[in-house]
């Protein structure tokens, strides 16, 4: 398929009726219905235009905290039903998962009334503000027998599983250092976003940085040990002491058996990366990238967040030099137009209607992530972010 074709179907992709639901009383067929929380910049193109193309999802409602803004955003974006405040989407019949798009710092509190109310939760990274309040969340998703899949997009994409199959098959032997950077330049995210709200639980750490670290431990295979080093820039330091705009931070990861030392992750991520040339108004370009140095080779991601608009995986090992590109999985589920987001979604469908998804983040991938970015706080000197007072 070409680039622009392929573009272009992202966009307009497909819309193949829903699953059927069966007239048997109690029957669990037809599609997952979804209630979204929040009228989210990223729901649109995170849940509803992969729900476009998905026969097994279906948003069915948007709450938002102003009913106007409800309104608008369903009729923008075609939802069914707009209704004020988030209790009115858990409490509706017609949801049986809600998609959790809230500031980091809400996370905790509306998954947790959202399992109690008996729903399944597709959460936003990072999945919370504290590693304490993933366990907890994971601990009722269990008692409950509810579905929480934490939204960590890259990893349902056939890009990033080929690296990490390229980097576990042993073929460049084994891994020594990771590099990866996730940047944007100055003016995508302004000064008042949610990702500069300390009481938010925001910070780059949390925002991009999860992703580097998720990568990281991903590609590393295990939990790292330490952080060697955590080096924020802050945003506003006079507003928002402990907000950092910019980290770079460097993992130890342990040493396996047979290993004389552990690998090392070193991450960078930036928010708001100032310009360059006069005056600094020249942007600097975005970084995506994940590169994982090993003893006989080297193998290389650009571009783990949107793959499918375009990406290479570069291997250099003792055979040579290759690059290579994976938009489906082959014979498997997928095609060449399906977005990070749309493969995360079949995945969380399947899983909620009980059936082997391709991929999956466990309860346990999840908390250790939000350890491993609250050891990048801790050794920053910034210090973990709050920890939700909300009590079930
Ligand atoms: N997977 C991905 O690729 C991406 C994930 N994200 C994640 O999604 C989440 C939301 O990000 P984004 O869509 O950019 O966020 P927004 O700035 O759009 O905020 C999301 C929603 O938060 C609600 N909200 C509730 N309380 C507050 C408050 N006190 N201040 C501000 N907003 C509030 C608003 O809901 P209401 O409509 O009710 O007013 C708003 O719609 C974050 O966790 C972020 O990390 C973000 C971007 C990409
Ligand atoms: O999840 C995200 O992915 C893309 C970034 O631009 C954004 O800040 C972040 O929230």
């Not at 924020?232 to 507003?239: H, M, S």
């Not at 090992?317 to 290759?322: E, F, I, L, Q």
């Amino acid at each position: 398929m070409s680039i622009l074709l392929r573009a272009w179907t992202i966009f307009h992709p497909p819309t193949p009726g829903k699953t059927p639901i069966s007239p048997e009383p109690g029957s669990k067929t037809g599609p997952v219905r979804i209630g979204l929380l929040g009228a989210a910049n990223i729901a649109p193109i995170a849940l509803l235009l992969s729900a476009r193309s998905c026969p097994d999802a279906e948003v069915t409602v948007v709450g938002a905290r102003s009913l106007q803004k409800a309104q608008a955003f369903a009729k923008r974006h075609g939802v069914g039903r707009a209704v004020q405040g988030y209790e009115a989407v858990l409490s509706d019949p017609e949801v049986d998962a809600v998609y959790n798009p809230l500031p980091n710092g809400l996370h905790y509190e509306w998954t947790m009334k959202a399992l109690q109310a008996g729903k399944h939760v597709l959460l936003e990274k990072p999945a919370t503000n504290t590693p304490g309040e993933a366990e907890r969340i994971f601990a009722f998703a269990k008692e409950k027998g509810l579905v929480v899949l934490e939204a960590f997009h890259y990893q349902f994409h056939p890009a990033a599983q080929r690296l990490h199959a390229i980097v576990s098959s042993g073929e460049l032997g084994r891994v020594q250092k990771i590099t990866a950077h996730l940047t944007a330049p100055s003016g995508f995210i302004k000064p008042d976003d949610i990702r500069f709200q300390y009481a938010l639980g925001g910070g780059a750490a949390m925002d991009m940085g999860c992703y580097v670290t998720s990568i990281s431990r991903y590609l590393a295979g295990r939990e790292p040990v330490e952080v060697i080093k955590a080096e924020p820039v802050l945003q506003d330091p006079g507003r928002e002491p402990l907000v950092d705009r910019r980290m770079e931070f460097t993992y130890l990861f342990p040493a396996l058996e047979g290993e004389e030392r552990g690998p090392t992750a070193e991450c960078v991520c930036d928010l708001s990366l100032p310009g360059w040339g006069p005056g600094g108004l020249l942007p600097r370009w975005p970084e995506m990238s994940v590169r994982v140095l090993c003893e006989a080779g080297e193998a290389g991601l650009n571009n783990f967040v949107m793959p499918v608009f375009f990406h290479s995986i570069s291997v250099r090992s003792a055979k040579g030099r290759r690059t290579e590109r994976a938009f489906t999985f082959g014979k498997g589920e997928g095609e060449q137009w399906w977005t990070t987001y749309r493969y995360q979604l079949q995945a969380f469908v399947d899983k909620v209607k009980g059936r082997e998804p391709q991929h999956w983040i466990t309860g346990e991938d999840t908390v250790g992530n939000m350890r491993a970015v609250q050891m990048v706080y801790e050794k920053s000197g910034l210090g973990a972010r709050p920890e939700s007072d909300f009590e079930l």
